[in-house]
């Protein structure tokens, strides 16, 4: 390893940071991902269906027993709804809940495309100088040794191999996470839709839930 870190030069520290940067948000968001996974598949139906039926109470309960962001959001409207506030305030209330899930869902994501970029950036840099290396080596010798160039070709190949191994899967796994934000940001955005539907709905036949 040490002979490995000898021949990649100055440049492969900073990758070999930024892998470990990239292994630690991978892991972060994979485990945030999972524990705000969804366990019914069309929440907002399911919350109008309870409060239809004068479970209101209990489909509380429950909202505020998940961790979805989903949930979080149908939350703040069925509590605002509950205190007897406006249309306009209730919509004002999931919109606020809905943008700290969306801040919370793209927290670090966008770390990952930069460390792909800087990797990739990096084991450029290692390539030039460690090509640079090489014709100063010619230079000095004032011969042509193919050994004199091996140092330099090894510098040059190991740092860009560093580089790729560490954008590939930072920039594969940013592409999963942003394909992930995307769709939870729908959902939240269908399910609140169907909510603020069902209560204007609601006020205009008198009844409230």
């Known amino acids: 390893m040490?002979?490995?870190l000898v021949q990649g030069g100055v440049v492969l520290i900073p990758i070999l940071a930024l892998s470990v940067i990239a292994v630690a948000l991978i892991i972060q968001k994979s485990v945030f991902f999972i524990r705000i996974r969804n366990q019914i598949e069309d929440l907002g139906a399911y919350v109008i269906e309870a409060l239809r039926s004068g479970r209101a109470k209990m489909v509380l309960m429950e909202l505020e027993q998940m961790s979805c962001p989903e949930a979080r959001v149908l939350l703040a409207?069925?509590?605002?709804?509950?205190?007897?506030?406006?249309?306009?305030?209730?919509?004002?209330h999931m919109e606020s809940q809905a943008m700290r899930s969306a801040d919370e869902l793209e927290k670090f994501v966008p770390y990952l495309a930069s460390i792909a970029n800087l990797a990739t950036l990096l084991?450029?840099?290692?390539?030039?100088?460690?090509?640079?290396?090489?014709?100063?080596?010619?230079k000095v010798s004032g011969v042509?040794?193919?050994?004199?160039?091996?140092g330099g070709i090894s510098q040059a190949l190991i740092t860009t191999a560093a580089g790729l191994s560490v954008a590939i899967p930072s920039l594969l796994f940013?592409?999963?996470?942003?394909?992930?934000?995307?769709?939870?940001?729908?959902?939240?955005?269908?399910?609140?839709s169907e909510l603020l539907a069902f209560f204007s709905r609601q006020k205009r036949s008198g009844p409230s839930a």
């Not at 409207?77 to 004002?92: D, H, T």
């Not at 934000?181 to 729908?186: E, F, K, M």
């Open 77 to 92: 409207g069925v509590l605002a709804r509950k205190a007897g506030q406006s249309q306009e305030l209730i919509n004002l």
């Open 144 to 150: 042509s040794d193919p050994a004199l160039l091996a």
């Open 123 to 138: 084991g450029l840099l290692g390539t030039v100088t460690g090509m640079i290396v090489s014709f100063l080596n010619l």
């Open 174 to 192: 940013f592409h999963i996470f942003r394909q992930k934000v995307n769709r939870t940001l729908a959902r939240i955005e269908i399910a609140a």
């Open 2 to 4: 040490i002979s490995f």
